[in-house]
């Protein structure tokens, strides 16, 4: 079972940056990953997610251009770098692991493992 963590959250002003990164405790081999974040009231949404060799990338239309996501495979760890930050990118950020393949790469049903979370707050 892999196990993962989530971390680099905080508080930051609008127009700024922060990278958040997710450690996995065991294999993530061949498997995509994903960045998705749910806001308070508001269902989790899709943010970005990138195969496993890396060179297959996919984003929210709301942080393209903005956010940028990335892998280690070395050290079982995706980053997502987010600059230009806005208000409205507030949200608790989660990464997974995508488990089912008879859902698209952007619906949350296809990933398992979820982290815990890290919290990003933007202030306007």
Not at 9 to 16: D, E, P, S, W
Not at 96 to 107: F, G, I, K, N, V
């Amino acid at each position: 079972q892999v196990q993962l963590v989530e971390s680099g959250g905080g508080l930051v002003q609008a127009g700024g940056s922060l990278r958040l990164s997710c450690a996995a405790s065991g294999r993530t081999f061949g498997r995509h990953m994903g960045w998705f974040r749910q806001a308070p009231g508001k269902e989790r949404e899709f943010v970005a997610a990138i195969s496993w060799s890396g060179d297959i990338t996919d984003y929210a239309d709301s942080v393209k251009g903005r956010f940028t996501i990335s892998r280690d495979n070395a050290k079982n760890a995706v980053y997502l770098q987010m600059n230009s930050l806005k208000p409205e990118d507030t949200a608790v950020y989660y990464c997974a692991r995508r488990m089912r393949l008879w859902y698209t790469t952007s619906s949350a049903r296809a990933y398992g493992s979820w982290g815990q979370g890290t919290q990003v707050t933007v202030s306007s």
